[in-house]
């Protein structure tokens, strides 16, 4: 009942309903303003509609047999010089002239940029094999070091993590994780868009409901000239767990509904039908030479869902560190303040410790980093998190560590003057 209570409070002020509903709108609109792509996405459903997504020899072959009739097709096409007998999509449209004037109908025009794009897919498919065996992750290993500048212990704890990614490509490479079709990341980025600008997005528009929320509940008596009355009543001061529990539930409310109204617009907008289970691993899914290299077998929908998890465990976090901030200084404005202010600290600091040891690694183990890639989560990639428990060990740690503050704030605010 007294939570009930509490979450009325909430949800009686009209910033937080104004602001969920905004940053629905603002995310429907940049999902939308990247609908120009869909067309070209349905492509790859109907290959995948028709070959699936595992790339083997019988895909191959019968993928093959039908680029064939294709480059057939594209074998009749004349350029602007009357030359004809063309193998490729591609070789049409690389003629810059042709591309501008092209010398057939507009219906095949469309038709030649679509089978260029299963082109792309077919000859990739067959070269996936090849790619990966030149991916050398050691040697990517000395080019982060030279490029970060570690020294020390610090480039052999990147030359051991790197080392392990080795073995992991090679294990990649037995279980076929990599040979998938999906989405052509170095065309469409859509793994970025979802998980780095979307995602993004999402956690900054989270952070900013949830500490409005934790601080509003936790300071309501205080800013509404009641604390002296409610806080000298039978529940008196314990009334402060109440509010750290009600935090939590609408904090979840928010999450839940801001999360979910988002993906819901994205996947109304992209058909994702038939990649469901593509390992994230897959090569399509590359947006440089060097591709994302999972250090568990994860596909499209399981990445999705541990994405989903671990906002929400960072956003509980947060909402901690506010309820903290909350209890101490007793006023709204100046919590989202300070918040903000240790959010820019924990983002920043770690820049400025020597590359040199492993502290420069440690210092990186926060939620405030974490955050800033979430397309690279379990994944390696940066030097700084690409420990296969890095995400693991920086929620546990943080969990216990913020436990303890609130543990010792609220024994605190039983004691403390409440004026």
Do not use: C
Not at 177 to 204: A, T, W
Not at 205 to 227: H, M, P, R, S
Request: proline content about 3%.
């Amino acid at each position: 009942m007294i939570i009930k209570q509490e979450l009325l409070k909430i949800f009686r002020l009209p910033i937080v309903g104004i602001l969920l509903l905004f940053f629905i709108i603002i995310n429907g609109l940049f999902i939308w303003s990247h609908s120009y792509i869909k067309e070209e996405l349905s492509v790859l459903t109907s290959l995948v509609d028709k070959y699936g997504t595992a790339i083997n020899e019988e895909m191959l072959a019968q993928f093959g047999g039908d680029y064939q009739q294709i480059s057939d097709w594209v074998s009749t096409i004349e350029d602007l010089n009357g030359k004809s007998g063309y193998e490729h999509p591609s070789d049409l449209l690389a003629d810059d002239e042709f591309f501008l004037n092209p010398p057939i109908s507009d219906k095949e025009f469309n038709q030649l940029l679509e089978y260029d794009l299963i082109e792309t897919y077919y000859r990739t498919a067959q070269d996936i094999d090849g790619i990966y065996e030149n991916v050398n992750v050691r040697a990517r290993a000395e080019e982060t070091i030279d490029l970060y500048g570690f020294q020390g212990e610090a480039a052999e704890t990147v030359r051991a993590q790197f080392e392990k990614l080795a073995d992991r490509k090679e294990q990649l490479i037995e279980n076929g994780e990599h040979k998938h079709l999906f989405f052509y990341g170095k065309i469409y980025k859509m793994h970025n868009l979802l998980f780095k600008d979307i995602g993004m997005i999402l956690i900054f528009e989270l952070i900013i409901l949830a500490v409005l929320i934790t601080g509003a509940v936790t300071n309501y008596e205080f800013e509404q000239k009641t604390a002296l009355v409610t806080y000298t009543t039978k529940i008196g001061r314990k009334l402060v767990i109440p509010k750290l529990f009600a935090a939590i539930t609408a904090n979840t409310a928010v999450i839940i509904s801001l999360i979910g109204a988002t993906l819901a617009i994205y996947f109304l907008v992209f058909n994702y039908s038939g990649l469901w289970h593509v390992p994230i691993s897959s090569y399509f899914n590359a947006i440089t030479d060097f591709p994302y290299i999972t250090w568990w077998n994860i596909s499209f929908i399981e990445y999705i869902g541990l994405m989903l998890l671990l906002i929400y465990l960072v956003m509980m976090l947060f909402s901690g560190m506010t309820y903290i901030l909350s209890i101490w200084l007793k006023n709204t404005y100046l919590v989202f303040i300070s918040f903000m202010v240790i959010l820019g600290l924990g983002v920043l600091i770690p820049g400025y410790i020597p590359l040199s040891t492993n502290f420069s690694h440690y210092i990186h183990q926060t939620p405030f980093f974490m955050i800033l890639n979430p397309h690279e989560w379990f994944m390696g990639y940066s030097p700084f998190t690409i420990s296969p428990y890095y995400e693991v060990i920086t929620i546990s740690s943080w969990a216990v560590f913020v436990a303890g503050l609130i543990f010792v704030s609220i024994r605190r605010f039983y004691r403390q003057a409440l004026h």
